[in-house]
C-alpha cells in the first residue's frame, strides 16, 4: 500500500475533519484574492472532497 493510499484511507476515515479543512482552506483563498478565483476555487474544493473528503460540499459558494 503506497502512501498516497494510506492518506486516502486515513482521510476517509476523518471525512468530516477533511471537509471542514478544505472548507477552509478555500475560504482562505477567496478572501486574500478577493474572491477573483472563486469559481476555480469551488472546483478544487470539489475534487479534494471527491478524492478525500465526503463530497457533500457539492459545488455550494463561499
Known amino acids: 500500500m503506497g502512501l498516497f493510499d494510506k492518506a486516502k484511507d486515513l482521510a476517509g476515515e476523518n471525512s468530516d475533519k477533511v471537509d471542514q479543512g ?3 482552506a478555500g475560504d482562505f483563498v477567496d478572501d486574500k484574492t478577493g ?25 455550494e459558494g463561499n
Request: net charge negative.
Open 22 to 24: 478544505v472548507e477552509s
Open 35 to 59: 474572491g477573483q478565483h472563486a469559481d476555480k476555487v469551488d472546483q478544487a474544493q470539489n475534487f479534494a472532497n471527491d478524492q478525500f473528503g465526503g463530497g457533500d460540499q457539492g459545488g
